[in-house]
């Protein structure tokens, strides 16, 4: 078996017997690779990268100098991506002590960031959370703040980092390398509509989606889209614009400095009771 690296998930392939007629489990089986990131089969098939997702989980709580959290796996995917062509190409990435964790979803940070901040009480680990700048993200950072252990240097939003309102992580790359990620997924618009004055790319692209006649931009979709620009990166069939290099290095530099604040006498601890 050949070993799954956490940091490169989206490079992993699931291989199974998959039955000749669908309707017939026992019919002649054959070996089937799956076509993209998304993992395919039964049980078996998924423990390998269930326990791959189980160690990454393990080192981040326990092993981590500097842990990340974010809101979901397209932000993951986003932000190791820019970072490692980063520091493929001249430095400016994340710093190499960074471990970046998905939670599942904004409904998920709480309760993971309560569990990983009684960690981050006990050191010398430090925890921050990068947020959207929506108004969910809005929302979830006052929360943060009172049960983060360094409260408000612990949280994180992107529309601070990156000087962009109601920034979200799907902002940091250019509209038209979505729509490069749409063809990939086999979405080609007939027409692209105008971006109205403030709107953010995600909104951009859902006005798309329903000028189009595709229905809602599910998270399933957007994280579809997301991998598939990742991907090309990867595979170096795609380089990313510079404009999105300048806004991850900007993005990156903010990081790595709020969390060099985290682990001097610099920063501010949580209120008492907190």
């Known amino acids: 078996a050949l070993p799954i690296y956490p940091d490169h998930v989206d490079n992993v392939r699931t291989v199974y017997l998959l039955p000749k007629d669908p309707d017939n489990p026992k019919s002649r089986a054959y070996t089937h690779v799956s076509q993209g990131a998304d993992p395919e089969g039964d049980r078996d098939t998924l423990l390998p990268m269930q326990a791959a997702g189980a160690y990454r989980l393990a080192q981040t709580v326990f092993l981590g100098k500097r842990t990340l959290i974010v ?84 949280v994180m939003l992107l529309g601070e980092a990156t000087s962009i309102p109601k920034a979200q992580a799907e902002d940091l790359a250019e509209f038209d390398e979505w729509l490069a990620g749409l063809k990939d997924i086999g979405r080609i618009p007939t027409t692209v509509p105008a971006r109205h004055t403030g709107e953010s790319n995600v909104e951009l692209l859902q006005r798309t989606f329903t000028e189009n006649a595709w229905g809602e931009m599910t998270h399933d979709v957007k994280a579809r889209v997301v991998l598939a620009l990742v991907d090309s990166w990867w595979k170096c069939t795609t380089t990313p614009a510079q404009t999105t290099l300048e806004r991850a290095r900007v993005l990156f530099d903010y990081i790595n400095k709020r969390f060099q604040k985290l682990g001097s006498v610099e920063a501010t601890p949580a209120k008492a009771g907190q």
């Open 71 to 154: 809101e979901g796996i397209s932000d993951y995917w986003l932000l190791r991506g820019l970072s490692q062509h980063l520091k493929d190409n001249g430095g400016g990435g994340l710093h190499d002590d960074t471990l970046v964790l998905w939670a599942g979803g904004t409904s998920h940070i709480l309760p993971l960031a309560s569990v990983m901040a009684a960690r981050e009480q006990m050191g010398p680990n430090r925890m921050a959370v990068l947020l959207d700048s929506d108004r969910p993200g809005l929302d979830k950072a006052r929360k943060l703040v009172e049960i983060m252990a360094h409260g408000q240097d612990s």
